[in-house]
């Protein structure tokens, strides 16, 4: 007795099986928690002494007066009393570090993001590293065209939604193909054109 020849759909579906078992071997486990992450970019700002006199030059170089900064602050939902340490005339010097409240305040009142050395911020980013990691970084081609087979693109896969509408109308760089069975038997593959014809 022959066996059953194996089904392509089933050798597909174990290689898929199996390239997901790749991926998940490949998601790190110390991906830190929330709470971790806030502790890190806490740290990392504590780290930056000079983060407080950037974040009084950025309000006084903003033009608001103290009062508008609070109206804006109360206004985007922030208490308005959260950057008075970094408003009037104090004299710039060691103080109360910023926060990461402070920053997204600042940020709120339309000013430019105060942004941390990316080295200060320690926290992992999960898949994307593991993605740079896995994929070694390659100098690019000199074959011309080579760029458009290793993009990540749908364009040359077959489709995969199944037979097309009944209401479907026919368009250039579709496709027809006309079988004719009787005493002579023959097939014609017909192209569209780009202009509506059938050739």
């Given amino acids: 007795m022959r066996p059953a020849p194996r089904s392509p759909l089933l050798a597909l579906l174990g290689c898929l099986l199996g390239l997901s078992r790749v991926g998940i071997a490949q998601i790190p486990t110390n991906v830190p928690q929330p709470a971790q992450a806030q502790a890190a970019l806490q740290q990392a700002i504590q780290q930056n002494p000079g983060l407080a006199d950037v974040l009084r030059q950025r309000l006084q170089q903003s033009g608001l007066t103290p009062d508008q900064i609070r109206a804006r602050l109360q206004a985007s939902g922030y208490p308005a009393n959260l950057?008075?340490?970094?408003?009037?005339?104090?004299?710039?010097?060691?103080?109360?570090?910023?926060?990461?409240?402070?920053?997204?305040?600042?940020?709120?009142?339309?000013?430019?993001?105060?942004?941390?050395?990316?080295?200060?911020?320690?926290?992992?980013?999960?898949?994307?590293?593991?993605?740079?990691?896995?994929?070694?970084?390659?100098?690019?081609?000199?074959?011309?065209?080579?760029?458009?087979?290793?993009?990540?693109?749908?364009?040359?896969?077959p489709l995969l939604s199944g037979p097309v509408p009944a209401d479907y109308k026919l368009g250039p760089g579709d496709q027809l193909v006309l079988i004719l069975t009787g005493d002579v038997e023959l097939a014609y593959t017909l192209q569209v054109t780009r202009e509506g014809f059938v050739l």
């Fill in 83 to 157: 950057l008075d340490a970094y408003l009037g005339g104090t004299t710039p010097g060691p103080s109360v570090a910023p926060g990461a409240n402070e920053l997204a305040a600042v940020q709120a009142l339309g000013l430019a993001p105060i942004t941390l050395p990316v080295a200060a911020l320690p926290v992992d980013t999960g898949l994307v590293r593991a993605a740079r990691g896995v994929a070694p970084v390659e100098a690019p081609s000199r074959v011309f065209g080579v760029d458009v087979f290793r993009r990540t693109t749908t364009q040359f896969l």
